[in-house]
């Protein structure tokens, strides 16, 4: 790792950066322009992603060889860590909270999740990952139109953040965060294990700067926590196009 970062221009500077709606659009794969923007990106200082959903979903929109086109790539916010090609790091939700509490959470989120009515419901409501529960209103399973429909519903009905609601008050002795993110879900996991997470594998001696580029950096979001921690210097995005952009004028010029 040391000598892949002398070989940069500004190897202590380091952007770490969000995936749905930063890198590429909500679920989607990242374009060859912007695959293409990252290698040159990554001359001139250090790169990593950090994104909230598992490592295989990581791979698919950032490609196989996510961990080693990237100096670090943290799935899950961290708790599936890479650095320079190799695992460091792993943890498990199900360990951490046991196994009744997490029965618990499922049993009760089935039960909200079959009394609210929403325009349309598809498939895979809750989605165990190594380290959270995500969970969807709508369903997982539902296509790009129904993704982008119940985005638009939920601005104005607020089914996620009523949820969140409930949820908080429900599982308070759990000490639970839940954080919304991308379109149709929301994630739960233990406290502290929002992205903040990923910086205990980077050392404070090792960088001099690290930017955070997210686009949910409101607080609930699940950007806000480490958009806003002391270590990192936070921007927000409103698309890829917008992340090459603050980029180029900060690190390339």
Sequence with gaps: MAQMLSKKKNPKILALFDIDGTLTIARGIITNEMKEFMASLRENI?????????FPKQKEQLGENVINEYDYAFSENGL??????????QQSMAEKVGEDAL?????WTLMYLAQIDIPIKRGTFIEFRKGMLNISPIGRNCSRAERNAFEEYDKIHKIRATMVQ?????????HLTFSIGGQISFDVFPDGWDKTFCLNFL???????????G?????????????ES?????????????TRAQCEALFMN
Excluded: C, W
């Excluded at 599936?80 to 790091?89: D, M, P, Q, S, V």
């Excluded at 029965?103 to 049993?107: C, E, H, S, T």
């Design 46 to 54: 250090s790169i990593g992603v950090v994104g909230g959903s598992d």
């Design 80 to 89: 599936t860590a890479y650095k320079a090609g190799e695992l460091i790091g």
């Design 103 to 107: 029965k618990r959470l499922i049993n």
């Design 166 to 174: 409930a949820m908080q008050k429900e599982f308070a002795d759990l």
């Design 203 to 213: 050392p404070e001696s090792d960088f001099e700067q690290i930017h955070f580029f």
């Design 215 to 227: 686009d949910k950096t409101y607080q609930g979001g699940n950007d806000f926590e480490i958009f």
């Design 230 to 242: 002391p270590r990192t210097i936070g921007h927000t995005v409103s698309s890829p196009e917008d």
